[in-house]
T-cell receptor
Framework: DAGITQSPRHKVTETGTPVTLRCHQT?????MYWYRQDPGHGLRLIHY???????DKGEVSDGYSVSRSKTEDFLLTLESATSSQTSVYFC??????????FGNGTRLTVT | AQTVTQSQPEMSVQEAETVTLSCTYD???????LFWYKQPPSRQMILVIR??????QNATENRFSVNFQKAAKSFSLKISDSQLGDTAMYFC??????????????FGKGTKLSVKP
């Protein structure tokens, strides 16, 4: 799994509550990403980071924020979870011009 | 903007036979990478094969090979001697090879492949 750990693996939360998902890598890769996977949509990029404290928005960033205070950790926060954010969330890492390696995903259910 | 299209939502193949999964993409870029990822029921995303656009030679990895047609913007995956463990969702993906969005993978919606005994 290329040294990527996502936590938690599963989470159920209520609408309106804040949620933070964590991605931890041991590969010292420069780039880190958060994707969401939904039926009929494949994987879509939420946010990505190209270095400590350097982040940018992806295709579906509304309602999400991220932080990267250390090379190895990339946090995804849902400030106020909504049912439309029920999804499987994948973290990925890469070096420039190299394939992305993915974590095992977090299944988030917002009730 | 780049788009990736997989026109076959589902496919099935008999064990030991050969199957080809289709992928087309749209881009104005000249330098990019193309990938096939496999997602078995375990949910893990596994890199199957990678192709650099500047290379004319088609990439191969054991039983997996691609047919890369740059002018036609086509990138199909051929699986030879299909095995039960090949049962999975297969995603085609595109990545620019330079610039601020380097590393941003654009995925197709996937093809669900079932290998039957």
């Amino acid at each position: 799994d290329a040294g990527i750990t996502q936590s938690p693996r599963h989470k159920v939360t209520e609408t309106g509550t804040p949620v933070t998902l964590r991605c931890h890598q041991t590969e010292n890769h420069r780039y880190m990403y958060w994707y969401r996977q939904d039926p009929g949509h494949g994987l879509r990029l939420i946010h990505y980071s190209y270095g400590v404290k350097d982040t940018d928005k992806g295709e579906v960033s509304d309602g999400y924020s991220v932080s990267r205070s250390k090379t190895e950790d990339f946090l995804l926060t849902l400030e106020s979870a909504t049912s439309s954010q029920t999804s499987v969330y994948f973290c990925a890492i890469s070096e420039p011009s190299s394939p992305l390696h993915f974590g095992n995903g977090t299944r988030l259910t917002v009730t | 903007a780049q788009t990736v299209t997989q026109s076959q939502p589902e496919m099935s193949v008999q064990e030991a036979e050969t199957v080809t999964l289709s992928c087309t993409y749209d881009t104005s870029e000249s330098n990019y990478y193309l990938f096939w990822y496999k997602q078995p029921p375990s949910r893990q995303m596994i890199l199957v094969i990678r192709q650099e656009a500047y290379k004319q030679q088609n990439a191969t990895e054991n039983r997996f090979s691609v047919n890369f047609q740059k002018a036609a913007k086509s990138f199909s995956l051929k699986i030879s001697d299909s095995q039960l463990g090949d049962t999975a969702m297969y995603f085609c993906a595109f990545m620019k090879s330079y610039g601020g969005s380097q590393g941003n993978l654009i995925f197709g919606k996937g093809t669900k492949l079932s290998v039957k005994p």
